[in-house]
C-alpha cells in the first residue's frame, strides 16, 4: 500500500511539473508575441511620423525656392524680366511663357483668333442649355446654385481688386463677354482695335473655367458621362487659347478650377435644400452666436465632429496608427486618422455623406423594431450613439431588407399596401390575410364532414351489412386539400353513422 501510494504522490508530482512547465511556455510564449506587437505598433507609428517629417521638408524647400525666385522668368524658360513692353507690369506667368510660340501665331493672324473666340461662345452654349434644363425642368437647383455663387464670388473679387489685363492681350469682339457688351455700346471694326479699346472684364478668376469645370461634374454625376468628358477635354483646349491670347493670367485659371470644385460646395448644399422647399429659418441663423460661427466657416466644422462623435469608431480597429501620446497616457482620448478622414467626408457633398446621413436616418426610426427582434432572439443593442458608422449602415440595410422581404410576402398574398407603411402595419395585414385564410380552410373542411356524415348511401350501407370490429378496422377518409390519410376506427357502439361522424 505505501509503495502504491508514493507511486500515486511521484506520477502528481510530475503531472504538476508538466503543467507548470506548460504554462511558463504558454506565458513566455504570449509575452513575446505581445513584445512583438508592441514593436510592430511602434515602428508603424514612427514610419509613419518619420515620413511625414520627409515630406514636410521637402514641402518647406518648394515654398522657400519660389519664394527666393519669384520674379525669375529665366528659370521658367522665358527672358529675364529686364523691362520691355511685355514685361512693364512687372508680372512673370508661367502659362504665357509656355503659350508664347501660339500668341505670336494668333497677333499675326486675327482671323484665327476670331475664329477660336466664336467657337469657343457656341461651346458655351451647351453648359447654358443643360443648366436651364436640370434646373427648370427636373427641378434640381444644385448646379444653378453653384453658378450663381461662383459668378457672385467673381464679381466681389473683381469690385475690391480690378487687374488689368495684359498689355499683349488679343481682343476678340466675338469672345465671351465682349459679345454681350457689343449689344448695348458702339464696338469699331476689329480693324480699328487699339488698346484703349478693350473692353474691361474681371479677370480673377476664370468664369469661362469655373462654368465649364462645375457643368462637366455635375453632367458626370447625372449620368452623361461623353458629354462631362467631352466638355472638360475642351476645357483644356480653352484654357490654352485663354493663355495664348492673354486673357487670363495662369492663377486666374487655378483659382477659377479651385472655385468650381471646392468653395461652391457649400451652395450646392443649398440648393439641394432650395429644391426640396427649404424654409428661411433653415437657412438664416437662429442668434447672433450661430451667425458668427457661419460667417467665419465653422459651423460646418461643428456639424463634422457632432457626427464622429456620434459615429465614432473604436481605439482597437486603428490600433497599430494610434498617437505615441495615446499609448503612454490610454486615459486620453485621441482622434484617430480614420476619424479625421470621416470628418472630411462628413463636410464634402458627396454620395458617400448622402448616403450615410440616410442610413443613420433610417437606423433611427427603424430602431425600436430592430430591438425588438433582436431581443426575441436573446441579444442586446447599444444605444445608437455608440454605434459605429458602419454598424449603422449594417443595420439600416438589414432593416431595408428585412421590409423588402415582408412587402414580397405581402405580395404573394395578394395584399395591397400603400408606401410608407410601417413594419407593424404591414405584418398586421400579413397576419390577418393569413388567419382570413385559415378560417376559410376551416369552414370548407367541416362543410365536407358534414356532407358526407349526411350523405344516403352511408345510410343504406349501415343498415344493410352491420359493421363491426373483425370486419373494418376503421373508416378511411383523405381531406381534399391533403393528401395524408387518416385513420378513423370504428368503435363497437350502437350510435348510428351521423353521430359517429359528428363524433369525429
Known amino acids: 500500500v505505501a509503495s502504491g501510494d508514493a507511486d500515486e504522490f511521484r506520477s502528481r508530482d510530475s503531472l504538476r511539473h508538466v ?17 512583438g506587437r508592441s514593436f510592430q505598433e511602434l515602428r508603424n507609428v514612427l514610419g509613419r511620423d518619420v515620413i511625414f517629417l520627409l515630406m514636410g521638408v521637402v514641402a518647406l524647400q518648394i515654398v522657400a525656392y519660389i519664394e527666393t525666385h519669384a520674379a ?5 524658360g522665358g527672358e529675364a524680366d529686364s523691362g520691355g513692353e511685355k514685361n512693364q507690369c512687372g508680372i512673370v506667368d508661367a502659362g504665357f511663357i509656355l503659350t508664347a510660340p501660339i500668341n505670336s501665331f494668333l497677333s499675326a493672324h486675327r482671323g484665327w483668333n476670331n ?11 451647351v453648359p447654358t442649355v443643360y443648366t436651364v434644363y436640370v434646373t427648370l425642368w427636373k427641378g434640381d437647383y444644385t448646379l444653378s446654385f453653384r453658378l450663381i455663387a461662383s459668378q457672385l464670388f467673381r464679381s466681389l473679387c473683381g469690385w475690391f481688386t480690378y487687374l488689368p489685363p495684359d498689355p499683349t492681350f488679343i481682343m476678340s469682339y466675338y469672345d465671351f463677354p465682349e459679345v454681350a457688351q457689343c449689344l448695348f455700346r458702339y464696338c469699331p471694326p476689329a480693324e480699328e482695335i487699339s488698346k484703349s479699346d478693350v473692353l474691361p472684364f474681371v479677370s480673377f478668376f476664370s468664369g469661362h473655367v469655373a462654368t465649364t469645370v462645375t457643368v462637366a461634374n455635375h453632367m458626370y454625376i447625372s449620368g452623361f458621362y461623353s458629354w462631362s468628358v467631352a ?38 448644399r443649398l440648393g439641394r435644400h432650395y429644391s426640396r422647399g427649404m424654409k428661411w429659418s433653415d ?13 467665419i466657416g465653422v459651423s460646418d466644422m461643428r456639424i463634422g465632429r457632432q457626427s464622429i462623435r456620434t459615429l465614432h469608431y473604436h481605439e482597437e480597429e486603428h490600433h497599430n496608427l494610434s498617437p505615441i501620446s495615446n499609448k503612454v497616457r490610454p486615459g486620453v482620448e485621441v482622434v484617430s486618422q480614420r476619424d479625421h478622414d470621416e470628418y472630411y467626408s462628413v463636410q464634402s457633398d458627396t454620395a458617400t455623406r448622402i448616403a450615410a446621413d440616410m442610413a443613420t436616418d433610417f437606423a433611427k426610426r427603424s430602431l425600436n423594431d430592430l430591438r425588438e427582434d433582436l431581443t ?22 438589414l432593416a431595408r431588407l428585412k421590409m423588402a422581404e415582408l412587402r414580397s410576402e405581402a405580395k404573394k398574398l395578394d395584399i395591397s399596401l400603400a408606401e410608407g407603411m410601417s413594419r407593424p402595419e404591414i ?44 370486419e ?19 368503435e363497437e357502439t350502437t350510435e348510428g353513422p351521423t353521430e359517429k361522424a359528428k363524433n369525429v
Open 19 to 35: 503543467i507548470n512547465r506548460e504554462q511558463k511556455i504558454d506565458i513566455e510564449e504570449t509575452s513575446t508575441v505581445s513584445r
Open 72 to 76: 525669375d522668368a529665366d528659370i521658367r
Open 115 to 125: 475664329a477660336l473666340a466664336l467657337l469657343n461662345s457656341l461651346v458655351l452654349i
Open 231 to 268: 466638355l472638360h477635354v475642351f476645357n483644356v483646349f480653352q484654357i490654352i487659347r485663354l493663355l495664348a491670347t492673354r486673357g487670363h493670367y495662369s492663377i486666374d485659371i487655378i483659382i477659377g478650377w479651385c472655385v468650381a470644385v471646392y468653395v461652391s460646395t457649400p451652395a450646392e
Open 283 to 295: 437657412v438664416v441663423p437662429g442668434n447672433h452666436v450661430e451667425a458668427f460661427e457661419t460667417f
Open 376 to 397: 426575441r432572439v436573446g441579444l442586446q443593442m447599444a444605444e445608437i450613439r455608440d454605434l459605429r458608422r458602419n454598424d449603422l449602415i449594417r443595420m439600416a440595410e
Open 427 to 470: 405584418l398586421a395585414r400579413i397576419v390577418a390575410k393569413v388567419k382570413g385564410a385559415m378560417e376559410k380552410g376551416l369552414e370548407e373542411t367541416t362543410a365536407k364532414i358534414r356532407n358526407m356524415s349526411t350523405h344516403s348511401s352511408m345510410t343504406d350501407d349501415w343498415k344493410s351489412n352491420h359493421v363491426t370490429s373483425s
Open 472 to 490: 373494418t378496422s376503421g373508416l378511411r377518409c383523405r381531406s381534399a386539400s391533403l393528401d395524408d390519410e387518416v385513420d378513423i376506427p370504428v
